[in-house]
């Protein structure tokens, strides 16, 4: 058998995308939990595939070539395994993204619209590294009924394809085609240029390789880059609160996207401030890097204008004293990344100011940036977080993988008989709706 | 003075743009009186700017380097000014589109996440000919709290120059900066390359204009390509309700993007419907030209291969028998542009079957394809008109000028609490929260 081309799995999967979105909420379910029985089923044959992989990266990092930490995130176990099966589950037991009709309006007698939530279609996902990413991905685009074209790291190789198969095995039931694996580097560029077949890429990785994304495809992108998060101590700032959050936003998990990476202070606040923080972050290794004005309060390094604009996911922070809430707002709007903003101030109209001044995704009041997650949000399972505007931004759910249709259901009415002089009114009364609506429905 | 450049007025109307976001309804919306107040006082002044590029475009019709539909639309007069400022009223009549919140949900007690709309930012639009279309368009920005670069197209220069200071004059209290002109050619490309500091595109012309915006640009388009809409007529069609449907979809306003450009017929009632509507068509002057089984039926032109994905916006329409409603929705899927199609049946599972497998913005039963419109939809003030399917679909109203944010209101906690052995459980209660919360409120 010939290996089928890049555009041949794009294809079938658009001819199975219009398929999968008439399947039940609970064909879908069951779909899932098959995935999850399968995968329980067949550790041995996952893990002996995932070793080939392991060993593989393994000469490739004596050879300085890879990471520990990628060898490290490739590794695969049966309690890893579990907790992916777990994690199937669980989006098998979200509620149903599809079908909700979101507005219901009579235009007229016996004419009414309905707006209700479909799946996107085709979604390309390209990924690095961790073998779960595959399981997770399919999982979340066959819940919300879109076909998905899977693109993993080539380190994941022998794992992505025993996974894959097995999802396969474990879906004869789903429309065939619905997921689809490629694995070729060059095939990635003939995903980004189909922005005819596929309506949404769901890039997962770095911050580079999601703006090299970005940069290279008209197909919408829901992903993130950076984040460069601050929280502004305010001048009506609780001091043992501000000193709590900045801790917490900075030492609880340092590495992601929604710990804070500088922290401004207000200069009536900073000689109070600035010990209290410094010597709970000495504790915890954090090393400090401020402006002039900082440095005179506290010992630190100084702080170049780089260092307002890097994330740097790790155990250091920038700190800058300001003159105002202003000064705060327009530092975060020159240096910031538009993902999570916090003021912590007992100043409730200061902290309105704040919040509205910003266009970040997430901006907060009195609690830690780190809050800004899907599963805090009580998203329920987490697509991803998006960087842009459009569409969905900051921690997206499943609803993130659907779009809208538009169904008029009439009785042959035709726009004639509402334009021109003898023009009949249109009603435009909205009313409530249940989900599925007869002829509508998918059962 | 010299002229600014075009990354200067973004970046203006970027700063402008955080601020007019802090604008209350009634503040944008007595704005929005202020430039019909100014637009119905200046008649003369922008008639006699009009007829200056009415003038030159007059010249370059006569040379034959533009068409007398060019020069019609051009033209404007003291009549075409009062629908223009009737327009503006209407737009600032509109629900506020900001402010309402999507969702509210305590995370923990004190912990509460509000989901709320506000402006996009900075969209930037780029329109052909009309210059109603400047006033129209800077209206729907300034009544969704967006900044907005427009850039018309050259042959209306004097007209939209003075429309544009009009406006400038009338919306002094709005943060200065909130619209800016553009009027070269080469600008364009300036602003699609834009992709840090422009949201969103806007393009308003022909189908081959929106493709080459959509094909240069990273930065999310909202604007529609062609429209090659459907009517299926089923075994179970009534005839007469067909026959008044397909004349409606193609006669009533046959140049628009939702009018019918195919009709499939199912070969049980062809024999029946085609004499029917082709007797109604003639009386129209409208050119059919259909395959060979249609042919046999009524004299017509054959139909080639082209026809079926040629939008006509004229009286011509295409014309195919299928035997049976898959083959129907094969032909839509493969040749249509999933934009409107419509199914005539007196069968509601047929309906459905129909409905659930198209992937198109609107899907009709027993109902014109030329109800897909924003004023029919009931959705106020139009934006646009859709085809992709990210973000906004189908007819726009002003909800796609708007993104969310989340904003966390607090009392200190830190994501520490919630993680760990001891981790705190989250409440997650969805609760109803009115329009303008405490420190969130515009007011």
């Given at each position: 058998m010939t290996e089928k081309t890049t555009e041949t799995k794009v294809e079938e999967a658009q001819t199975a995308a219009l398929r999968i979105a008439s399947l039940s909420?609970?064909?879908?379910?069951?779909?899932?939990?098959?995935?999850?029985e399968t995968i329980d089923a067949r550790h041995e044959e996952i893990l002996e595939a995932n070793e080939r992989d392991v060993r593989e990266a393994e000469e490739l990092l004596e050879a300085g070539e890879y990471s520990q930490a990628l060898v490290d995130r490739l590794k695969l176990s049966s309690s890893k395994l579990d907790s992916i099966t777990d994690m199937v589950r669980s989006v098998a037991a979200?509620?149903?993204?599809?079908?909700?009709?979101?507005?219901?309006?009579?235009?007229?007698?016996?004419?009414?619209?309905?707006?209700?939530?479909?799946?996107?279609?085709?979604?390309?996902?390209?990924?690095?590294?961790?073998?779960?990413?595959?399981?997770?991905?399919?999982?979340?685009?066959?819940?919300?009924?879109?076909?998905?074209?899977?693109?993993?790291?080539?380190?994941?190789?022998?794992?992505?394809?025993?996974?894959?198969?097995?999802i396969q095995e474990a879906t004869a039931d789903v429309p065939s085609g619905w997921a689809q694996l490629i694995e070729a580097r060059a095939d990635v560029d003939t995903v980004l240029g189909m922005d005819d077949s596929i309506d949404l890429v769901m890039p997962r990785g770095s911050s580079e390789f999601v703006s090299y994304i970005q940069d290279n495809t008209s197909i919408p992108v829901l992903g993130h880059t950076e984040g460069v998060c601050h929280v502004y101590v305010d001048s009506e700032a609780d001091i043992p609160m501000a000193t709590d959050i900045a801790y917490d936003a900075k030492v609880q998990y340092p590495a992601v996207c929604n710990a804070v990476e500088t922290l401004l202070v207000h200069e009536s606040v900073a000689e109070e401030f600035l010990p209290e923080i410094a010597a709970q972050y000495e504790d915890a290794d954090v090393e400090m890097r401020g402006d002039d004005a900082s440095r005179a309060i506290v010992p630190m390094e100084t702080a170049s204008e780089t260092d307002w604009e890097t994330e740097y996911g790790d155990l250091v922070i920038a700190v800058k004293i300001v003159g105002s809430l202003e000064e705060a707002t327009d530092h975060i709007t020159t240096y910031g990344s538009k993902h999570t903003d916090s003021i912590v101030t007992d100043d409730s109209t200061r902290a309105g100011l704040f919040m509205r001044s910003l266009d970040s995704a997430s901006v907060f009041h009195n609690a830690s940036t780190r809050f800004a997650d899907g599963f805090r949000y009580g998203l329920g399972a987490e697509v991803g977080i998006s960087t842009g505007k459009i569409h969905a931004r900051g921690p997206v759910g499943l609803e993130g993988l659907t779009t809208y249709q538009y169904f008029l259901e009439g009785d042959g009415q035709v726009v004639g008989t509402y334009a021109g002089a003898d023009a009949k009114p249109f009603l435009h009364e909205d009313f409530d709706a249940s989900w599925n609506q007869g002829s509508l429905s998918n059962q």
């Amino acid at each position: 058998m010939t290996e089928k081309t890049t555009e041949t799995k794009v294809e079938e999967a658009q001819t199975a995308a219009l398929r999968i979105a008439s399947l039940s909420d609970d064909e879908r379910s069951e779909a899932l939990h098959a995935i999850a029985e399968t995968i329980d089923a067949r550790h041995e044959e996952i893990l002996e595939a995932n070793e080939r992989d392991v060993r593989e990266a393994e000469e490739l990092l004596e050879a300085g070539e890879y990471s520990q930490a990628l060898v490290d995130r490739l590794k695969l176990s049966s309690s890893k395994l579990d907790s992916i099966t777990d994690m199937v589950r669980s989006v098998a037991a979200q509620e149903d993204p599809l079908g909700k009709t979101q507005e219901a309006r009579k235009l007229d007698e016996r004419l009414e619209l309905y707006k209700r939530s479909v799946p996107i279609g085709v979604v390309g996902t390209i990924f690095e590294s961790r073998p779960d990413a595959l399981v997770q991905i399919a999982s979340l685009c066959l819940r919300s009924g879109n076909a998905v074209i899977l693109k993993g790291g080539s380190e994941a190789s022998h794992s992505n394809r025993i996974l894959f198969e097995l999802i396969q095995e474990a879906t004869a039931d789903v429309p065939s085609g619905w997921a689809q694996l490629i694995e070729a580097r060059a095939d990635v560029d003939t995903v980004l240029g189909m922005d005819d077949s596929i309506d949404l890429v769901m890039p997962r990785g770095s911050s580079e390789f999601v703006s090299y994304i970005q940069d290279n495809t008209s197909i919408p992108v829901l992903g993130h880059t950076e984040g460069v998060c601050h929280v502004y101590v305010d001048s009506e700032a609780d001091i043992p609160m501000a000193t709590d959050i900045a801790y917490d936003a900075k030492v609880q998990y340092p590495a992601v996207c929604n710990a804070v990476e500088t922290l401004l202070v207000h200069e009536s606040v900073a000689e109070e401030f600035l010990p209290e923080i410094a010597a709970q972050y000495e504790d915890a290794d954090v090393e400090m890097r401020g402006d002039d004005a900082s440095r005179a309060i506290v010992p630190m390094e100084t702080a170049s204008e780089t260092d307002w604009e890097t994330e740097y996911g790790d155990l250091v922070i920038a700190v800058k004293i300001v003159g105002s809430l202003e000064e705060a707002t327009d530092h975060i709007t020159t240096y910031g990344s538009k993902h999570t903003d916090s003021i912590v101030t007992d100043d409730s109209t200061r902290a309105g100011l704040f919040m509205r001044s910003l266009d970040s995704a997430s901006v907060f009041h009195n609690a830690s940036t780190r809050f800004a997650d899907g599963f805090r949000y009580g998203l329920g399972a987490e697509v991803g977080i998006s960087t842009g505007k459009i569409h969905a931004r900051g921690p997206v759910g499943l609803e993130g993988l659907t779009t809208y249709q538009y169904f008029l259901e009439g009785d042959g009415q035709v726009v004639g008989t509402y334009a021109g002089a003898d023009a009949k009114p249109f009603l435009h009364e909205d009313f409530d709706a249940s989900w599925n609506q007869g002829s509508l429905s998918n059962q």
